[in-house]
Protein backbone atom coordinates (compact mmCIF):
# COMPACT_ATOMS: atom_id res chain seq x y z
CA UNK A 1 0.00 0.00 0.00
CA UNK A 2 1.31 3.21 -0.75
CA UNK A 3 0.78 6.39 2.11
CA UNK A 4 1.80 9.74 2.13
CA UNK A 5 4.17 10.40 5.32
CA UNK A 6 2.84 13.74 6.82
CA UNK A 7 4.30 14.06 10.38
CA UNK A 8 7.42 12.85 11.77
CA UNK A 9 9.29 12.42 8.16
CA UNK A 10 12.96 12.33 10.03
CA UNK A 11 12.03 8.66 11.95
CA UNK A 12 12.83 7.10 8.08
CA UNK A 13 16.11 8.60 7.69
CA UNK A 14 17.91 5.21 7.45
CA UNK A 15 16.06 4.72 4.28
CA UNK A 16 16.51 8.10 2.96
CA UNK A 17 20.11 7.63 3.36
CA UNK A 18 20.51 4.67 1.16
CA UNK A 19 19.17 7.62 -1.78
CA UNK A 20 21.38 9.98 -0.74
CA UNK A 21 24.07 9.53 1.80
CA UNK A 22 24.26 13.13 3.34
CA UNK A 23 22.09 14.17 5.86
CA UNK A 24 22.61 17.85 5.81
CA UNK A 25 21.51 17.08 1.80
CA UNK A 26 18.36 15.46 3.04
CA UNK A 27 17.53 18.67 5.27
CA UNK A 28 17.71 20.51 2.57
CA UNK A 29 14.21 19.04 1.04
CA UNK A 30 12.85 16.82 3.09
CA UNK A 31 10.04 19.36 5.03
CA UNK A 32 9.40 21.26 1.85
CA UNK A 33 9.32 17.70 0.06
CA UNK A 34 6.11 15.76 -0.63
CA UNK A 35 6.81 11.84 0.90
CA UNK A 36 5.65 9.08 -0.02
CA UNK A 37 6.22 5.33 1.57
CA UNK A 38 5.35 1.56 0.04
CA UNK A 39 4.33 -0.14 3.77
CA UNK A 40 3.39 -3.86 4.29
CA UNK A 41 0.02 -4.64 5.48
CA UNK A 42 1.62 -4.65 9.12
CA UNK A 43 3.28 -1.39 9.25
CA UNK A 44 6.87 -2.08 7.82
CA UNK A 45 8.20 0.35 5.10
CA UNK A 46 9.39 -1.00 1.93
CA UNK A 47 10.43 1.81 -0.03
CA UNK A 48 10.03 5.65 0.03
CA UNK A 49 10.41 8.60 -2.05
CA UNK A 50 10.12 12.58 -1.64
CA UNK A 51 9.12 15.05 -4.16
CA UNK A 52 9.47 18.68 -4.47
CA UNK A 53 8.02 21.33 -6.24
CA UNK A 54 10.14 23.46 -8.55
CA UNK A 55 8.03 25.74 -10.05
CA UNK A 56 7.49 25.89 -13.63
CA UNK A 57 5.81 23.04 -13.92
CA UNK A 58 8.78 21.15 -12.70
CA UNK A 59 8.61 18.35 -9.78
CA UNK A 60 11.55 17.35 -8.99
CA UNK A 61 12.44 13.18 -7.36
CA UNK A 62 14.66 14.13 -4.59
CA UNK A 63 15.14 10.54 -3.30
CA UNK A 64 13.82 6.86 -3.98
CA UNK A 65 15.30 4.04 -1.71
CA UNK A 66 13.55 0.33 -1.58
CA UNK A 67 14.97 -1.57 1.46
CA UNK A 68 17.67 -3.84 0.56
CA UNK A 69 15.52 -7.11 0.74
CA UNK A 70 13.17 -5.96 -1.13
CA UNK A 71 15.34 -4.15 -4.27
CA UNK A 72 14.44 -5.36 -7.77
CA UNK A 73 11.27 -6.39 -7.11
CA UNK A 74 9.17 -3.76 -9.13
CA UNK A 75 8.53 -1.59 -5.88
CA UNK A 76 11.06 1.62 -7.16
CA UNK A 77 9.51 1.57 -10.55
CA UNK A 78 5.85 1.45 -8.82
CA UNK A 79 6.67 4.24 -6.89
CA UNK A 80 7.61 5.90 -9.99
CA UNK A 81 4.17 4.83 -11.77
CA UNK A 82 2.07 6.43 -8.97
CA UNK A 83 4.27 9.80 -9.47
CA UNK A 84 3.26 9.81 -12.57
CA UNK A 85 -0.83 9.56 -11.85
CA UNK A 86 -0.34 11.67 -8.78
CA UNK A 87 1.39 14.44 -10.39
CA UNK A 88 0.53 14.26 -14.16
CA UNK A 89 -2.19 16.31 -14.29
CA UNK A 90 -1.09 19.46 -12.10
CA UNK A 91 3.22 19.27 -14.02
CA UNK A 92 4.19 18.62 -17.00
CA UNK A 93 7.84 17.27 -15.87
CA UNK A 94 9.31 14.97 -13.29
CA UNK A 95 12.90 16.03 -12.99
CA UNK A 96 15.45 13.73 -11.13
CA UNK A 97 19.13 14.25 -10.52
CA UNK A 98 21.54 11.63 -10.12
CA UNK A 99 25.32 10.58 -9.51
CA UNK A 100 26.37 8.56 -13.24
CA UNK A 101 25.92 4.95 -12.16
CA UNK A 102 24.81 2.21 -14.23
CA UNK A 103 22.40 1.26 -11.89
CA UNK A 104 20.10 4.30 -10.77
CA UNK A 105 20.36 5.39 -14.90
CA UNK A 106 19.34 2.20 -15.95
CA UNK A 107 16.60 2.45 -13.27
CA UNK A 108 16.06 5.53 -14.56
CA UNK A 109 15.63 4.77 -17.95
CA UNK A 110 14.12 1.77 -17.86
CA UNK A 111 11.40 4.07 -15.60
CA UNK A 112 10.84 6.37 -18.90
CA UNK A 113 13.45 9.45 -17.74
CA UNK A 114 15.87 10.70 -20.71
CA UNK A 115 19.43 12.02 -19.67
CA UNK A 116 18.98 15.77 -20.51
CA UNK A 117 22.19 17.94 -18.67
CA UNK A 118 24.85 17.24 -16.50
CA UNK A 119 26.57 19.58 -13.20
CA UNK A 120 30.34 18.59 -13.48
CA UNK A 121 32.05 17.86 -10.45
CA UNK A 122 28.35 17.96 -8.47
CA UNK A 123 29.37 15.22 -5.60
CA UNK A 124 32.93 17.16 -4.87
CA UNK A 125 31.80 20.11 -4.72
CA UNK A 126 28.71 19.52 -2.50
CA UNK A 127 29.81 16.45 -0.41
CA UNK A 128 32.20 16.37 2.24
CA UNK A 129 32.94 12.64 1.59
CA UNK A 130 33.85 10.71 -1.52
CA UNK A 131 30.78 8.81 -2.78
CA UNK A 132 31.09 5.51 -4.29
CA UNK A 133 28.32 3.29 -5.99
CA UNK A 134 28.74 -0.30 -7.57
CA UNK A 135 32.75 0.50 -7.08
CA UNK A 136 32.95 3.75 -9.25
CA UNK A 137 33.23 7.15 -7.52
CA UNK A 138 30.24 9.59 -8.29
CA UNK A 139 31.44 13.05 -9.39
CA UNK A 140 29.02 14.93 -12.17
CA UNK A 141 24.98 14.55 -11.17
CA UNK A 142 23.39 14.01 -14.11
CA UNK A 143 19.97 15.16 -14.56
CA UNK A 144 17.23 12.73 -16.28
CA UNK A 145 13.74 14.14 -17.24
CA UNK A 146 10.52 12.37 -17.88
CA UNK A 147 7.79 14.29 -19.76
CA UNK A 148 4.13 13.77 -18.27
C1 LIG B 1 17.47 2.38 -7.48
C2 LIG B 1 16.32 1.70 -6.72
C3 LIG B 1 15.40 2.78 -6.16
C4 LIG B 1 15.55 0.82 -7.71
O1 LIG B 1 14.41 0.27 -7.07
P1 LIG B 1 14.03 -1.29 -7.26
O2 LIG B 1 12.72 -1.52 -6.62
O3 LIG B 1 15.17 -2.12 -6.80
O4 LIG B 1 13.92 -1.39 -8.85
P2 LIG B 1 12.80 -2.12 -9.72
O5 LIG B 1 12.68 -3.53 -9.25
O6 LIG B 1 11.57 -1.30 -9.75
O7 LIG B 1 13.54 -2.12 -11.13
C5 LIG B 1 12.98 -1.60 -12.34
C6 LIG B 1 14.02 -1.74 -13.43
O8 LIG B 1 15.15 -0.86 -13.17
C7 LIG B 1 16.39 -1.51 -13.55
N1 LIG B 1 17.20 -1.80 -12.35
C8 LIG B 1 16.81 -1.75 -11.06
N2 LIG B 1 17.83 -2.09 -10.24
C9 LIG B 1 18.87 -2.38 -11.03
C10 LIG B 1 20.20 -2.82 -10.78
N3 LIG B 1 20.65 -3.04 -9.53
N4 LIG B 1 21.03 -3.03 -11.84
C11 LIG B 1 20.59 -2.82 -13.11
N5 LIG B 1 19.33 -2.42 -13.42
C12 LIG B 1 18.49 -2.19 -12.39
C13 LIG B 1 15.98 -2.84 -14.20
O9 LIG B 1 15.81 -2.59 -15.58
C14 LIG B 1 14.65 -3.14 -13.52
O10 LIG B 1 13.81 -3.96 -14.28
P3 LIG B 1 14.03 -5.57 -14.21
O11 LIG B 1 14.20 -5.95 -12.77
O12 LIG B 1 12.77 -6.10 -14.84
O13 LIG B 1 15.25 -5.84 -15.02
C15 LIG B 1 16.85 0.76 -5.58
O14 LIG B 1 17.81 -0.12 -6.12
C16 LIG B 1 17.48 1.48 -4.41
O15 LIG B 1 16.79 1.81 -3.44
N6 LIG B 1 18.81 1.73 -4.45
C17 LIG B 1 19.51 2.39 -3.36
C18 LIG B 1 19.13 3.86 -3.28
C19 LIG B 1 19.42 4.62 -4.57
O16 LIG B 1 20.46 4.46 -5.17
N7 LIG B 1 18.45 5.48 -4.97
C20 LIG B 1 18.55 6.24 -6.21
C21 LIG B 1 19.26 7.51 -6.05
S1 LIG B 1 18.21 8.78 -5.37
Known sequence: MI???LSNKKQYLDLLLLGDEQESMIDKYLDRGELFGIFS???EIKA???VTDEGNN???LKNIAVVPQYQRQGLGKMLIDFLIKQYSSKFLIMRVGTGDSPITIS???QCGFKEV???KNFFIDNYDEPIFEAGQQLIDMVYLELIF
Open 3 to 5: RSI
Open 41 to 43: CDG
Open 48 to 50: ICV
Open 58 to 60: IIE
Open 107 to 109: FYR
Open 117 to 119: FRV
